[in-house]
């Protein structure tokens, strides 16, 4: 069986009340729970108030399948709370109470090793309104974002190279600035916005002459949310798993640097790890085909002529101890790179795209 995906969100768990009713919300809560619904295993950073509406939310979680240990419990701020009402057309107004226990939301030990288990981490700019769960946030979004470059890879196969990073925006007036939608926009992988937002976002940034289509592609080229971080993390991903279909329990997978990975096996496995690599590598890049497109187009009507505008290749050199002895994993390194190198010279590109 598959192992379920490790769902992390960080930011307000609060009580909505409309009317006499309480009910349990929180965009980032919200996210966690349905994502335990659909089989993950979810858990929430937050902080709530010593009090009973702060209790009540770690009994609620609990029951939701949502893990509630990293919930902090705040002695001096009390619980979150939300009054909403309806407006003539239907539409909800929210009166978001200030001064509650998630805007001292604190990045402590705990948050900090989970985040670094985590295979998709998802945050939003309410809890980012007061400055010390700002930077709280920060620090956590900062721990998530190393696993793009740290030098050793999971030993597990399952394991992804890279937390996913999702940003709901979710913004409510006047809970937000411009510096932390900007901030919140450069820190994510994946975007997520209703239509008020993108408005509001498109506004902000001071590019209202473009049309939907041209904003969202603004976005994705001001913002990094560009086709190489996909590449890498799938690169990444495909060397795990092909080590784990193919290869042994003591094999190596590590990030040299920039867009350089090694991957360190037995003699005899090197050629079916080589062709697991090649395939498996082909047919993920299948399914990114029309991005892909995409992207050579804009290439190209920046000016490149059609055939100097390779997006991709993917370059494997072979190195073994019959050439030499290694004795420290620097000298490993510098010729699996020099051995990639010499691949590249050659052209002897196993994958372009």
């Given at each position: 069986?598959?192992?379920?995906?490790?769902?992390v969100?960080?930011?307000?768990?609060?009580?909505?009340?409309?009317g006499?009713?309480?009910?349990?919300?929180?965009?980032?809560?919200?996210f966690?729970?349905?994502?335990h619904?659909?089989g993950?295993?979810?858990?929430?950073?937050?902080?709530?108030?010593?009090?009973?509406?702060?209790?009540?939310i770690?009994?609620?979680a609990?029951?939701?399948?949502?893990?509630?240990g990293?919930?902090?419990?705040?002695?001096e701020?009390?619980?979150?709370?939300?009054?909403?009402?309806?407006?003539?057309?239907?539409?909800?107004?929210?009166?978001?109470c200030?001064?509650?226990?998630?805007?001292y939301?604190?990045?402590?030990?705990?948050?900090?090793?989970?985040?670094r288990?985590?295979?998709?981490?998802?945050f939003?700019?309410?809890?980012?309104?007061?400055?010390?769960?700002?930077?709280?946030?920060?620090?956590?979004?900062?721990?998530?974002?190393?696993?793009?470059?740290?030098?050793?890879?999971?030993?597990?196969?399952?394991?992804?190279?890279?937390?996913?990073?999702?940003?709901?925006?979710?913004?409510?007036?006047?809970?937000?600035?411009?510096?932390?939608?900007r901030?919140?926009?450069?820190?994510?992988?994946?975007?997520?916005?209703n239509d008020?937002?993108l408005?509001?976002?498109?506004?902000?940034l001071?590019?209202?002459d473009l049309?939907?289509?041209?904003?969202?592609?603004?976005?994705?080229?001001?913002?990094?949310?560009?086709?190489?971080?996909t590449?890498?993390?799938?690169?990444?991903?495909?060397l795990?798993?092909?080590?784990?279909?193919?290869?042994?329990?003591?094999?190596f997978?590590?990030?040299?640097?920039?867009?350089?990975?090694?991957?360190?096996?037995?003699?005899?496995?090197?050629?079916?790890?080589?062709?697991?690599?090649?395939?498996?590598?082909?047919s993920?890049?299948?399914?990114?085909?029309?991005?892909?497109?995409?992207?050579?187009?804009?290439?190209?009507?920046?000016?490149?002529?059609?055939?100097?505008?390779?997006?991709?290749?993917?370059?494997?050199?072979?190195?073994?101890s019959?050439?030499?002895?290694?004795?420290?994993?620097?000298?490993?390194?510098e010729?699996?790179?020099?051995?990639?190198?010499?691949?590249?010279?050659?052209?002897?590109?196993?994958?372009?795209?």
């Amino acid at each position: 069986m598959d192992r379920a995906l490790n769902i992390v969100a960080i930011g307000e768990v609060l009580w909505d009340i409309i009317g006499t009713e309480r009910h349990l919300g929180g965009a980032p809560f919200n996210f966690a729970a349905h994502c335990h619904h659909l089989g993950a295993r979810s858990a929430i950073i937050s902080r709530v108030g010593r009090d009973e509406l702060g209790d009540e939310i770690l009994t609620r979680a609990r029951d939701l399948g949502v893990d509630a240990g990293l919930i902090q419990c705040d002695a001096e701020h009390p619980t979150g709370q939300v009054r909403v009402t309806l407006r003539a057309d239907g539409q909800p107004e929210f009166d978001i109470c200030t001064g509650a226990a998630y805007d001292y939301l604190a990045a402590d030990p705990a948050a900090v090793a989970r985040i670094r288990a985590a295979d998709v981490v998802c945050f939003g700019t309410l809890a980012q309104r007061h400055r010390t769960a700002q930077r709280s946030i920060a620090t956590l979004l900062e721990v998530a974002s190393l696993r793009q470059n740290f030098t050793e890879l999971s030993r597990c196969a399952q394991s992804t190279a890279q937390a996913l990073i999702v940003c709901d925006l979710n913004l409510r007036p006047p809970h937000y600035s411009i510096e932390v939608v900007r901030d919140s926009l450069s820190r994510c992988h994946l975007l997520k916005l209703n239509d008020d937002e993108l408005r509001i976002v498109q506004g902000m940034l001071g590019q209202d002459d473009l049309d939907e289509d041209g904003f969202l592609l603004h976005l994705l080229e001001a913002y990094g949310l560009e086709l190489a971080k996909t590449l890498l993390r799938i690169t990444a991903s495909t060397l795990l798993e092909a080590v784990g279909e193919v290869g042994t329990v003591d094999d190596f997978v590590g990030h040299v640097g920039e867009d350089d990975f090694v991957v360190t096996t037995v003699p005899a496995r090197a050629q079916a790890l080589m062709d697991r690599i090649k395939g498996g590598f082909k047919s993920a890049l299948k399914d990114l085909g029309t991005v892909i497109e995409q992207e050579r187009a804009r290439a190209i009507k920046k000016g490149g002529p059609q055939d100097a505008i390779p997006l991709l290749d993917l370059f494997i050199g072979l190195l073994t101890s019959k050439e030499r002895d290694f004795t420290d994993i620097r000298e490993l390194a510098e010729a699996a790179a020099k051995a990639r190198r010499r691949a590249e010279k050659r052209l002897s590109s196993e994958q372009t795209v």
